[in-house]
C-alpha cells in the first residue's frame, strides 16, 4: 500500500506522521513543491518583527529526520502538476510519475494577487512561506522601507502590520470589506481599530485595491506592501482530476476527511470543513484545524476510521500586547444563518479590584429561540485566549446560556473575579432571551 | 412576604440582591453576625501579604449601600441563636425576633479549633473573616514573628503559607491528610510540595496536629500558628430548627437549594450541592459556589424557578506565582467513587518554541467504559485557569474524551501551541481508553 501527501507543510505532514503510527508498513510519500518542510506559518509575522531571529527555528523537521525517524519519503521541489486517479498516479513537474493506492491534497492556500496590477513589484510581499518571510526581513534590512501598506485585515494582515509597525514603519492596513479578521462584527472591528490606531497603524476598511503603484497604493504613499487578502483554497490540481469543490470554493469532504473520490483526502487549507454550530459545510482556513484534518485524513487513509467532528472556527490574535479572540457565529452571521440571534456584550475587570489588573471584554451570541450559545468574543491584554476556549468548548457541547451561566468556573484573586466575565455576559445575555 | 437571611457574606448578599431583583416589594432583612457585610473572604491572604493595602479594600459594599440602594435591611452584630419554624421566626442573642416567610440561611464554615488545646493563644490565628486578617496583620507589625505553622493545606492554608514567607518568615505546613487541597491526588501534592519547598516553604504531611504550644507545634519550633484545617460548615443553628443535613456534614438541599423544611433555603459554604460529575451531594465550600447558590436560593425565595446544576469543584490557587488548578475527580477520587478511571498526564509548552514561555502540566482523567472526562488539573504559571475552565465546561456538558481531543481551541503564537496542552493530554488519553 501507498500513500502520497501532496503538501509538506502543517496539513500534509500531520497526515503523514498519523499514518505511519496506524500502519508501519505503508510506504508513504510527501511531495512538497518548495524548498522547505514543516515549518510554524503562523510563526512567520514574528520572524518579520525580530522576535524570531532565524527562520530556521520555525522549521519543526526537516525532511531528513522525517525519513529517519518516521520511515517517510518526504521530497522538497516536487511540484505536483496533475493526479491521473484511474491509474492511481500523479505526475511532477519534471515528469517523473508516482504511484498510489490513497492519496492526500493538502494543497494549502494562497493569497491571490492574479488579479492585482503590480502585485510583482520587488517591493511587494506576500507572508505566506518560509521564503517569503525571509525576502521581507531582508527588504527590511536592506531598504530601510518607511511607510508600508498591507492589504487585508485578516489575522495575517494584521499581525504583519504589528510586525512592520515594531520595526519602526508607519503602516496602513486596507480592507476590502466593512470589517477585518473576515468576522462580520463591527464591534470588533472597532475594537481593533482603537487598537491600531493607538498603536500608530491606520485602517482603513471597504476599499478594494485593484492596483500597486511604484510609490502607492489606493492614494497612500508608502515603500513597501504586504498582499495579505483574497485568499483562495489551492483547489485547482484536485478539481482538474475530478475531486468536487464545495460552494465555499474549497474542496468538498464527508466527515471522514475523504473527498467526492474513493481513496482522495484532503486536509488542511485547501479543505471545507462542517461548522460546529451551523452543520453547514465551511472553509475557515487555520493551523489547528490543519493538524487536526491533517491527522484524521492520515487515519483513514491509512485504513482507521475517524471522524472529524468539525470546526467553530476559534481565533485569537494578538496587536501590540492584547488579545482579540472569536468563535462561532457574531450575531450579524448568526442572523445570516437563519437563526434569531440575541447578543451580550460587557466589560469587565479580569481580577478583583482589590488585587489590581486589566479589564477585558466578552461578547456572548445564543439563538433566541433555543436559548443555545452560538459564539462570542474576547478581548483583553490578559485571559482572552482562555476564555474563547471556554466558548468554543460549549459551542461543541451545544450547550445553553442558562447552562453555561452557571458554570463552574476557577476563581482566586491572582486570577479571576468570583464572577468570571463569562459569566457575567451570561446573566447578562439570560435577561435578553 | 418578609424574607430572612442569616449570612451577610457571599452567599447571604448574593441571595438578597437576587430577591430583590425578582421582587421589588419583598421585605428583606439580612442578619449577620458579625461587625462587617459584603468583603472578599478570597482576599484576606492578599491582606495578610501586603499586596492589598487596607483592609477596607476588600469590602464591597456597606449595610448603608444595601438600605439604600437596594432597600435591603442589613444589620451587622445580629447573631442569631435559633430558629423557631413553626412560627417563621428567628431569635436574636439580644432576645429580639425576626419573622419570616421565607428564610435563607447562609452561616458559612468555620475552621473547627475545639478540640485542638492551645488554639486559643495569643499568637494562634484563623484567616477567616476581615477581623481576623487585621489582627493577623496587626501581629505581624508588632511582634514581627520569625518562624509560622500553619495547620492545614487547604487553599487558605496554603495561600497563608504563601502571604507569610513574602512577609520574610520561615514556614511550615502541617497537613492531617497525605494530600494537599482536599483532592486525593499526589502528583498534584508533590508539584505543590515541589513549588513550596523551591520558594523556603517546608510541607508536612500525615501530621495530626492536637495540641499547639506556646512555642511549637508537632515539633516545629514557631512564634505564630494559622490554623486553617478542620473545616466545618456551621449547620448548627439550621440543625437544631429540624433543617435535615446530609452525609457530608452540611446542610442537605435541592437543586432548588431549598432544605427539608419548605421555605427554608440554605446557600454557600454550610450547604451541600449537587457533584456534576457524580451527580451525588458533596460539601465543596467555595466562594464562587457561594455566589451561585445564594443567587438560586433568593430568586426562589422571592418566588423564582431557578434550578443550580451543581458544581465540578473547580478551584486554582496561586503559589508563588505558579496556578495550581482542579476540576472533576482526580483518578483515586473516580475510584472511590465507582468509576474505571484512567489518566493521562504531560508536560507541554503554552507556546511555540521559537516564540518562548513556559510550560505547563495538565492531566486528564475519564472513566473507561464510556469515554467520559472525570475531572483533570492544570499546572503552570500561564493559563492554568484558561485551561481548568475548559475542562470544567467539558464536564458540566458530559462530554468524551474523543470529542475533547478535537476542541477548536484558539492558536497563535503568543497564545498557545497549534495543539494546545489540553489536546495533546486528550490524545495521549484517547491511547489508555
Given at each position: 500500500?501507498?500513500?502520497?501527501?501532496?503538501g509538506?507543510?502543517?496539513?500534509?505532514?500531520?497526515?503523514?506522521?498519523?499514518?505511519?503510527?496506524?500502519?508501519p508498513?505503508?510506504?508513504?510519500?510527501?511531495?512538497?513543491?518548495?524548498?522547505?518542510?514543516?515549518?510554524?506559518?503562523?510563526?512567520?509575522?514574528?520572524?518579520?518583527?525580530?522576535?524570531?531571529?532565524?527562520?530556521?527555528?520555525?522549521?519543526?523537521?526537516?525532511?531528513?529526520?522525517?525519513?529517519?525517524?518516521?520511515?517517510?519519503?518526504?521530497?522538497?521541489?516536487?511540484?505536483?502538476?496533475?493526479?491521473?486517479?484511474?491509474?492511481?498516479e500523479?505526475?511532477?513537474?519534471?515528469g517523473?510519475?508516482?504511484?498510489?493506492?490513497?492519496?492526500?491534497?493538502a494543497?494549502?492556500?494562497?493569497?491571490?494577487?492574479?488579479?492585482?496590477?503590480?502585485?510583482?513589484?520587488p517591493?511587494?510581499?506576500?507572508?505566506?512561506?518560509l521564503?517569503?518571510?525571509?525576502?521581507?526581513r531582508?527588504?527590511?534590512?536592506?531598504?530601510?522601507?518607511?511607510?508600508?501598506?498591507?492589504i487585508?485585515?485578516?489575522?495575517?494582515?494584521l499581525?504583519?502590520?504589528?510586525?512592520?509597525?515594531?520595526?519602526?514603519l508607519?503602516?496602513?492596513?486596507?480592507?476590502?470589506?466593512?470589517?477585518?479578521?473576515?468576522?462580520?462584527?463591527?464591534?470588533?472591528?472597532?475594537?481593533?481599530?482603537?487598537?491600531?490606531?493607538?498603536?500608530?497603524?491606520?485602517?482603513?476598511?471597504?476599499?478594494?485595491?485593484?492596483?500597486?503603484?511604484?510609490?502607492?497604493?489606493?492614494?497612500?504613499a508608502?515603500?513597501?506592501?504586504?498582499?495579505?487578502?483574497g485568499?483562495?483554497?489551492?483547489?485547482?490540481?484536485a478539481?482538474?482530476?475530478?475531486?468536487?469543490?464545495?460552494?465555499?470554493?474549497?474542496?468538498?469532504?464527508?466527515?471522514?476527511?475523504e473527498?467526492?473520490?474513493?481513496?482522495?483526502?484532503?486536509?488542511?487549507?485547501?479543505?471545507?470543513?462542517?461548522?460546529?454550530?451551523t452543520?453547514?459545510?465551511?472553509?475557515?482556513?487555520?493551523?489547528?484545524?490543519?493538524?487536526?484534518?491533517?491527522?484524521?485524513?492520515?487515519?483513514?487513509a491509512?485504513?482507521?476510521?475517524?471522524?472529524?467532528n468539525?470546526?467553530?472556527?476559534?481565533?485569537i490574535?494578538?496587536?501590540?500586547g492584547?488579545?482579540?479572540?472569536?468563535?462561532?457565529?457574531?450575531?450579524?452571521?448568526?442572523?445570516?444563518?437563519g437563526?434569531?440571534?440575541?447578543?451580550?456584550?460587557?466589560?469587565?475587570?479580569?481580577?478583583p479590584?482589590?488585587?489590581?489588573?486589566g479589564?477585558?471584554?466578552?461578547?456572548?451570541?445564543?439563538?433566541?429561540?433555543t436559548?443555545?450559545?452560538?459564539?462570542?468574543?474576547?478581548?483583553?491584554?490578559?485571559?482572552?485566549?482562555?476564555?474563547?476556549?471556554?466558548i468554543?468548548?460549549?459551542?461543541?457541547?451545544?450547550?445553553?446560556?442558562?447552562?453555561?451561566?452557571q458554570?463552574?468556573?476557577?476563581?482566586?484573586?491572582?486570577?479571576?473575579?468570583?464572577w468570571?466575565?463569562?459569566?457575567?455576559?451570561?446573566?447578562?445575555l439570560?435577561?435578553?432571551?
Amino acid at each position: 500500500m501507498a500513500l502520497v501527501v501532496v503538501g509538506g507543510v502543517a496539513a500534509g505532514l500531520s497526515a503523514a506522521a498519523r499514518a505511519r503510527r496506524m500502519d508501519p508498513s505503508l510506504e508513504i510519500v510527501v511531495l512538497e513543491q518548495g524548498p522547505t518542510v514543516s515549518y510554524g506559518a503562523c510563526g512567520l509575522p514574528y520572524f518579520v518583527e525580530g522576535r524570531v531571529r532565524e527562520a530556521r527555528q520555525l522549521i519543526v523537521h526537516t525532511p531528513e529526520y522525517f525519513r529517519r525517524e518516521r520511515n517517510i519519503d518526504v521530497r522538497t521541489g516536487a511540484h505536483v502538476i496533475s493526479i491521473q486517479h484511474p491509474r492511481r498516479e500523479v505526475t511532477l513537474a519534471t515528469g517523473e510519475r508516482v504511484r498510489y493506492d490513497r492519496l492526500i491534497v493538502a494543497t494549502g492556500a494562497r493569497c491571490d494577487t492574479s488579479r492585482m496590477e503590480g502585485a510583482r513589484r520587488p517591493n511587494v510581499f506576500t507572508l505566506h512561506t518560509l521564503e517569503d518571510a525571509e525576502r521581507m526581513r531582508g527588504f527590511l534590512r536592506d531598504k530601510k522601507p518607511r511607510r508600508a501598506v498591507v492589504i487585508g485585515a485578516g489575522y495575517i494582515g494584521l499581525e504583519a502590520a504589528d510586525a512592520l509597525r515594531r520595526n519602526g514603519l508607519r503602516v496602513t492596513v486596507i480592507e476590502r470589506s466593512r470589517n477585518v479578521l473576515r468576522r462580520e462584527d463591527p464591534a470588533l472591528t472597532a475594537a481593533v481599530r482603537r487598537q491600531l490606531e493607538q498603536h500608530g497603524v491606520e485602517l482603513v476598511c471597504d476599499v478594494e485595491v485593484r492596483a500597486i503603484a511604484a510609490d502607492r497604493v489606493a492614494d497612500v504613499a508608502c515603500d513597501m506592501v504586504v498582499a495579505a487578502g483574497g485568499f483562495k483554497p489551492n483547489v485547482e490540481l484536485a478539481a482538474e482530476a475530478g475531486v468536487e469543490v464545495g460552494r465555499s470554493g474549497a474542496i468538498r469532504t464527508d466527515d471522514r476527511m475523504e473527498t467526492s473520490l474513493r481513496g482522495v483526502f484532503a486536509a488542511g487549507d485547501c479543505a471545507e470543513t462542517m461548522h460546529t454550530v451551523t452543520g453547514r459545510p465551511v472553509w475557515i482556513p487555520l493551523g489547528t484545524t490543519a493538524n487536526k484534518t491533517g491527522r484524521v485524513a492520515g487515519a483513514n487513509a491509512a485504513g482507521g476510521r475517524k471522524r472529524f467532528n468539525g470546526v467553530a472556527g476559534t481565533t485569537i490574535v494578538g496587536l501590540f500586547g492584547m488579545g482579540f479572540a472569536t468563535t462561532g457565529l457574531s450575531i450579524a452571521q448568526a442572523r445570516a444563518e437563519g437563526f434569531s440571534p440575541v447578543a451580550a456584550r460587557i466589560e469587565a475587570g479580569v481580577r478583583p479590584r482589590y488585587y489590581g489588573g486589566g479589564k477585558t471584554t466578552v461578547e456572548l451570541v445564543a439563538d433566541r429561540a433555543t436559548g443555545r450559545l452560538l459564539g462570542g468574543s474576547a478581548i483583553g491584554e490578559d485571559g482572552a485566549a482562555g476564555r474563547i476556549n471556554v466558548i468554543a468548548t460549549a459551542l461543541e457541547a451545544r450547550m445553553r446560556v442558562d447552562q453555561f451561566e452557571q458554570l463552574d468556573l476557577a476563581y482566586s484573586p491572582p486570577f479571576a473575579t468570583v464572577w468570571d466575565p463569562l459569566l457575567i455576559a451570561a446573566q447578562q445575555l439570560m435577561k435578553e432571551l
